[in-house]
């Protein structure tokens, strides 16, 4: 069946550091989302990407969508604390959408 | 923006008793709902598909006889954990899509339940 995989499950940065979470499905899909779960929390939307190799900007996130649209990466540059959380990435499926395992960003001051 | 509310947030109970957790969607109407179930630093897992007035479509592995679901309006759905076992505590967390959003499949999720079964 359909899978969205994601890596890496786990990153730890530096305040400052980079960050860039990778999303790959097995199929190609009309769209991709990204949601952020922070701890204790539950998944907010982000974003969703349409076009083939789109690029899109919320202040330090940039999101991405490869040109043959299985694939997309979520870059935040310079991380800061309020980055911690699990990110999603998430694609159509028939009526739902498949999930990746999501990343986990974890940030020390 | 879209609201999704759940309750309860935490419960806790006896093994063989049953739970209700209720989803509603605060601000807009959804024609369909999912029930996802969430282990500790895992990903999220997909129990079932919610729609109003008809039946649930559960996903492969998940005892339709066990987790109950009705959606009884375009705002409501239930989950009803049916003699719950200590194997059942979990997070369950629902999210709605709004019903005009057509082919845009984004969705809103509820604060979740934390189910402890003792």
């Known amino acids: 069946g359909q899978q969205v995989m994601q890596i890496p499950q786990y990153q730890h940065v530096q305040e400052g550091e980079d960050f860039t979470t990778y999303c790959n499905s097995s199929?190609?899909?009309?769209?991709i989302q990204w949601y952020k779960q922070r701890p204790g929390g539950h998944p907010v939307f982000l974003i969703q990407?349409?076009?083939?190799?789109e690029v899109k900007k919320q202040k330090r996130l940039t999101f991405q969508f490869g040109e043959a649209k299985k694939n997309s990466s979520l870059h935040i540059t310079a991380t800061q604390t309020t980055d911690v959380g699990t990110y999603f990435c998430?694609?159509?499926?028939?009526?739902?959408?498949?999930f990746g395992q999501g990343t986990t960003l974890q940030v020390k001051p | 923006g879209a609201v999704v509310s759940q309750h309860p947030s935490r419960v806790i109970c006896k093994s063989g008793t049953s739970v209700k957790i209720e989803c509603r969607s605060l601000?807009?109407?959804?024609?369909?709902m999912f029930w996802y179930r969430q282990f500790p630093k895992k990903s999220l897992m997909l129990m079932a598909t919610?729609?109003?007035?008809?039946?649930?479509?559960?996903e492969q592995g998940v005892e339709k006889d066990k987790f109950l679901i009705n959606h009884a309006s375009l705002t409501l759905s239930t989950l009803t954990v049916t003699s719950a076992h200590p194997e059942d505590s979990s997070f369950y967390i629902c999210?709605?899509?709004?019903?005009?959003?057509?082919?845009?499949?984004?969705?809103?999720f509820g604060p979740g339940t934390r189910l402890t079964v003792t």
């Open positions: 999210s709605a899509r709004d019903h005009r959003a057509g082919g845009f499949y984004e969705q809103y």
């Open positions: 199929t190609t899909l009309s769209n």
């Open positions: 990407l349409v076009k083939s190799g």
């Open positions: 998430a694609g159509p499926g028939t009526g739902k959408l498949i």
């Open positions: 601000d807009f109407q959804a024609t369909t």
């Open positions: 919610s729609n109003e007035g008809s039946k649930a479509t559960y």
